[in-house]
């Protein structure tokens, strides 16, 4: 079988994912767990806290379970023995995540990524992104990352708590959002103001590029404001997660503190 054919979508891989896909209420048809693994509390917690929801615990043998990790794009082991398979997660239209966030609190927060083809940095990113209370991701159709379970693991579970958007060109999805009252704040270099500057009041979309080709031209134009994180070093970018979590938690910060 190949990993097209397992719709690597469908699965929730390592012990912590799936701890966090039952506690946020994501449904699960069935988890399996490795023949011979070593029990623990977590993983106890886990069987405990599956049997409520009625999700059943089956045991999957050792070879089978560690061919399942390779098509899944997992190393040997990265599971810790638990993974999980769930009904097929379906995308939120724009209209209807913009909404929900707008419901959620009177200054929501969203993240849009733009050209981040990397499971693991949009993994980082969510988990970054779930750390200040955003409401919600927004990815593009085509040029991003899947949602995968090496992504969801990057995320440390926080991809079970984000609503995603997907819509066909970031640019004409930012029009959208800036014309129901959005900020739109781009990371860019260069930029035309800091990342410490305060730019983040109001119901807010803050955009994340690709770190080797930063904002597309198209996306840059729609933006609000750019800011850019000043370095000092000879590496003149951050890693595109690193980023993010720097200029997610800014925005956090500055808000509190006009709060």
């Keep these: 079988m190949s990993i097209s054919e397992i719709e690597p979508e469908r699965y929730v891989v390592g012990r912590r994912?799936?701890?966090?896909?039952?506690e946020s209420g994501t449904p699960l048809e069935k988890i399996f767990v490795a023949y011979t693994v070593e029990e623990s509390s977590a993983l106890s917690q886990l069987r405990v806290a599956a049997r409520s929801l009625g999700v059943q615990c089956s045991t999957m043998d050792r070879r089978k379970f560690n061919i399942l990790?390779?098509?899944?794009?997992?190393?040997?082991?990265?599971?810790?023995?638990?993974?999980?398979?769930?009904?097929?997660?379906?995308?939120?239209?724009?209209?209807?995540?913009?909404a929900q966030a707008?419901?959620?609190c009177a200054e929501p927060i969203l993240v849009v990524l733009d050209g981040i083809t990397d499971p693991h940095n949009l993994g980082?990113?969510?988990?970054s992104a779930e750390g200040?209370?955003?409401?919600?991701?927004?990815?593009?159709?085509?040029y991003s990352a899947?949602?995968?379970?090496?992504?969801?693991?990057?995320?440390?579970?926080?991809?079970?708590?984000?609503?995603?958007?997907?819509?066909?060109?970031?640019?004409?999805?930012?029009?959208?959002?800036?014309?129901?009252g959005w900020r739109i704040v781009g990371t860019a270099v260069p930029a035309s103001a800091l990342y410490t500057d305060?730019?983040?009041?109001?119901?807010?979309?803050?955009?994340?590029?690709?770190?080797?080709?930063?904002?597309?031209?198209?996306?840059?134009?729609?933006?609000?404001?750019?800011?850019?994180?000043?370095?000092a070093g000879h590496v003149q970018s951050l890693n595109a997660s690193v980023a993010a979590g720097i200029v997610l938690f800014a925005a956090k910060s500055r808000r509190t503190a006009s709060s």
């Design 69 to 98: 990790e390779r098509q899944l794009g997992c190393a040997i082991n990265d599971a810790q023995g638990v993974i999980a398979i769930r009904p097929v997660r379906e995308a939120l239209s724009l209209e209807v995540l913009l």
């Design 132 to 142: 200040v209370g955003a409401a919600g991701l927004i990815l593009p159709t085509k």
């Design 102 to 104: 707008k419901a959620s």
């Design 124 to 127: 980082a990113i969510a988990r």
């Design 17 to 22: 994912a799936v701890a966090e896909a039952l």
């Design 198 to 231: 305060d730019v983040y009041g109001g119901p807010l979309v803050i955009v994340i590029g690709n770190e080797g080709e930063g904002l597309h031209p198209s996306v840059q134009a729609v933006c609000d404001v750019l800011v850019e994180i000043p370095m």
């Design 146 to 180: 899947p949602v995968t379970p090496v992504a969801v693991k990057a995320s440390a579970g926080a991809l079970e708590h984000l609503p995603i958007a997907k819509v066909p060109r970031v640019s004409e999805a930012l029009k959208v959002c800036k014309s129901q």
